[in-house]
Antibody, heavy 120, light 108 residues
Framework: QVQLVQSGAEVRKPGASVKVSCKAS????????MHWVRQAPGQGLEWMGI????????IYAQKFQGRVTMTRDTSTSTVYMDLSSLRSEDTAVYYC?????????????WGQGTLVTVSS | EIVLTQSPGTLSLSPGERATLSCRAS???????LAWYQQKPGQAPRLLIY???SRATGIPDRFSGSGSGTDFTLTISRLEPEDFAVYYC?????????FGQGTRLEIK
């Protein structure tokens, strides 16, 4: 079965960076895009960008361009999301979500989420 | 970007009742690329409906989607206790992908 397992909670100070991992299993890793979506406490869902594990292409939401980097390690079927210059407003749960095979902008399976807390 | 507005913000109903949730887009959604997700406290969202009307794998048939263009609806025909959650619509036809602000479905 499809599983996306994310890394554990992180605490960072303002100005620092954080790297969240998402390990995929149960499907062909290179055949499906991966998205990152975040959710601030008590708020809605915010799309951050999409990563193509087959080639490494990325599309980042304009809001995060210059601060976010998505990469992968094909040997472990893991996708990473690196967010830099953190500020308190970046405190959120960060989710990876797989793009559907036919419509890669449709998010069909989600990871369990990783809480990132930015606090001095 | 396409802005999605969901209504109502909160819907209070009893088990067994019918729920109707609305999602309105600021521009026409390409090819009806409109999805609905359910999110329970402490959990990740779960895909319910895609292509405005198609149920995702394993989703009970009490959930149905309708609409086209700029106006979309999620209907839950007979509420079960496990259906009380927050529901989000999402358009995935045009970048950036956007979500509505959510409708909270609570037990009356």
């Amino acid at each position: 079965q499809v599983q996306l397992v994310q890394s554990g909670a992180e605490v960072r100070k303002p100005g620092a960076s954080v790297k969240v991992s998402c390990k995929a299993s149960g499907y062909s890793f290179a055949s499906y895009h991966m998205h990152w979506v975040r959710q601030a406490p008590g708020q809605g869902l915010e799309w951050m960008g999409i990563f193509n594990p087959n080639g490494g292409d990325t599309i980042y939401a304009q809001k995060f361009q210059g601060r976010v980097t998505m990469t992968r390690d094909t040997s472990t079927s893991t996708v990473y999301m690196d967010l830099s210059s953190l500020r308190s407003e970046d405190t959120a749960v960060y989710y990876c979500a797989r793009g559907d095979y036919d419509d890669y902008t449709l998010l069909d399976y989600w990871g369990q989420g990783t809480l990132v807390t930015v606090s001095s | 970007e396409i802005v999605l507005t969901q209504s109502p913000g909160t819907l209070s109903l009893s088990p067994g009742e019918r729920a109707t949730l609305s999602c309105r887009a600021s521009q026409s959604v390409s090819s009806n690329y409109l999805a609905w997700y359910q999110q329970k406290p402490g959990q990740a969202p779960r895909l319910l409906i895609y292509g405005a009307v198609s149920r995702a794998t394993g989703i009970p048939d009490r959930f149905s989607g309708s609409g086209s263009g700029t106006d979309f609806t999620l209907t839950i025909s007979r509420l079960e206790p496990e259906d009380f959650a927050v529901y989000y619509c999402q358009q995935y036809g045009r970048s950036p992908i956007t979500f509505g602000q959510g409708t909270r479905l609570e037990i009356k």
